[in-house]
T-cell receptor
């Protein structure tokens, strides 16, 4: 019963590098989303998807891309990392009962 | 400005004490959710309240949704060290999109 799996757990990037944060869910949920969590600011929505092939922007989408080729997977791509993207990133999938979050990726951009 | 304002931001109490955490908004929500997050993990859903005036109990935790559906509270009776964590309230915007408050950090000392 894995739920939502995120990889990697930790990552350090240099400014300008690109990377992909992986997210997979095994609950057959249509809705998936990416949040970033910063101290004192709660969770802010980056991008979300209502189903395979459909994505849309959230509150803070700049510098990030997403795609949803399957129901299970929803990767988040950082195109050119900046120090302002240092944060903890959470992927979530949801049903009418509520959200299930992954355990997060702590990203540091130096 | 957060759409959902949580107070207090930080609470440090002794084991056995009671406490209340508040979540307020100027907007009406169809429902509100409460999550608890432990260090290094993603938020975990505690409860969803959907009816104005609703009270839900989860062991020593009591959740209330305001009559006007603009606010909610979480009351913990006889707090224990295991209650330590970050408590987040969240409400839906436009379907499944969830907006979060900044959270209340609770520390229960033994």
């Amino acid at each position: 019963n894995a739920g939502v799996t995120q990889t990697p757990k930790f990552q350090v990037l240099k400014t300008g590098q690109s990377m992909t944060l992986q997210c997979a869910q095994d609950m057959n949920h249509e809705y998936m989303s990416w949040y970033r969590q910063d101290p004192g600011m709660g969770l802010r929505l980056i991008h979300y998807s209502v189903g395979a092939g459909i994505t849309d922007q959230g509150e803070v989408p700049n510098g990030y891309n997403v795609s949803r080729s399957t129901t299970e997977d929803f990767p988040l791509r950082l195109l050119s990392a900046a120090p302002s993207q240092t944060s903890v990133y959470f992927c979530a999938s949801s049903s009418k009962l509520g959200y299930t979050f992954g355990s997060g990726t702590r990203l540091t951009v130096v | 400005t957060q759409l959902l304002e949580q107070s207090p931001q930080f609470l440090s109490i002794q084991e056995g004490e009671n406490l209340t955490v508040y979540c307020n908004s100027s907007s009406v929500f169809s429902s509100l959710q409460w999550y608890r997050q432990e260090p290094g993990e993603g938020p975990v859903l505690l409860v969803t309240v959907v009816t104005g005036g609703e009270v839900k109990k989860l062991k020593r935790l009591t959740f209330q949704f305001g009559d006007a559906r603009k606010d909610s509270s979480l009351h913990i009776t006889a707090a224990q060290p295991g209650d330590t964590g970050l408590y987040l309230c969240a409400g839906p915007l436009y379907g499944n999109k969830l907006v979060f408050g900044a959270g209340t950090i609770l520390r229960v000392k033994s």
